[in-house]
């Protein structure tokens, strides 16, 4: 009998607060080997803190969290949210899950390579050597080898954005988060970043992506969430999500962008 693999993530029941304010109201979503999951929604409806939350860098306040069959122990600390019980756990874990945010956070004052090999060297203790191999590589993946040596300050903001990704790529995530990507980019960079997200989609990376780039999310996605007010108001594969959603807010959500001209 053919043993099968856990799903790299599942993530039951998040909710969380700010200031009394209920941002989720119980979310969930499983991701399998090989899903590209797009989170959509207009602005201020919890996609990102979703994200945010599932590696805790929020902290919800109820739910579940399991990272490839292995449950995130977690108990209610004194703010009345949820934190991590072992550290060493959560770390381990977070290793697994590979973030991109939507300002790129690189060290200013190191290089790219520096900036690559920061996690496999100290985290993961592989050896200085190893690291600058595999980052190396990873950078001439993203088009950026030539910018090894080169500082933040002197890239684009597209190619800040591939460092990032080459970055969160180089401790061999099992899941790769994107927290709108594309957005603090010009219209003429989003191009280079989406085109190594769609490879990343290409190879079979399981990927949860928030988004504003419909035409993208149509594109690449195996699964899209559609969430409302802290909620997931509808769900589904991006025929259906885009051509004939079933929930009257999403259906309003997809047409005003086209009303925008945005390509779906």
């Not at 590209?36 to 599932?54: A, H, M, N, P, Q």
């Not at 980019?185 to 085109?195: C, I, M, N, S």
């Not at 699964?223 to 079933?246: C, K, N, S, W, Y």
Request: proline share 4%; with cysteine; net charge neutral.
């Amino acid at each position: 009998m053919t043993e099968t693999a856990p799903p790299a993530l599942e993530a039951h029941g998040i909710h969380k607060s700010f200031a009394g304010v209920e941002v989720l109201k119980g979310i969930s979503v499983t991701a399998k080997g090989g899903d590209v999951i797009s989170i959509i929604g207009s602005s201020g409806s919890g996609k990102s803190t979703f994200l945010r939350c599932i590696n805790l860098l929020e902290a919800p306040d109820r739910g579940r969290i399991v990272v490839g069959g292995e449950e995130m122990r977690l108990k209610t600390g004194r703010s009345g949210s949820l934190e991590a019980v072992d550290r060493r756990q959560l770390e381990r874990l977070r290793t697994g899950l590979g973030m991109v945010f939507q300002n790129f956070n690189l060290w200013a004052h190191r290089t790219v390579l520096e900036n690559v090999i920061e996690a496999p060297v100290h985290v993961q203790q592989i050896s200085r050597k190893e690291a600058i191999e595999k980052a190396e590589a990873l950078l001439a993946k993203v088009g950026l080898y030539d910018k090894r040596d080169a500082y933040p300050a002197f890239l684009s903001g597209g190619q800040q954005q591939r460092a990032a990704i080459a970055r969160a790529l180089c401790v061999d995530p099992a899941l790769m988060l994107f927290d709108e990507p594309t957005s603090a980019l010009d219209p003429e960079l989003v191009g280079e970043v989406l085109k190594v997200i769609r490879d990343l989609a290409d190879e079979g990376r399981t990927m949860l992506l928030v988004t504003h780039e419909m035409a993208f999310a149509r594109e690449v996605s195996s699964h899209v969430m559609f969430l409302d007010r802290g909620r997931v108001e509808e769900e589904g594969p991006p025929a259906q999500i885009f051509g004939d959603p079933t929930s009257a807010r999403c259906r309003d959500f997809t047409r005003s962008l086209t009303g925008r001209g945005a390509s779906l």
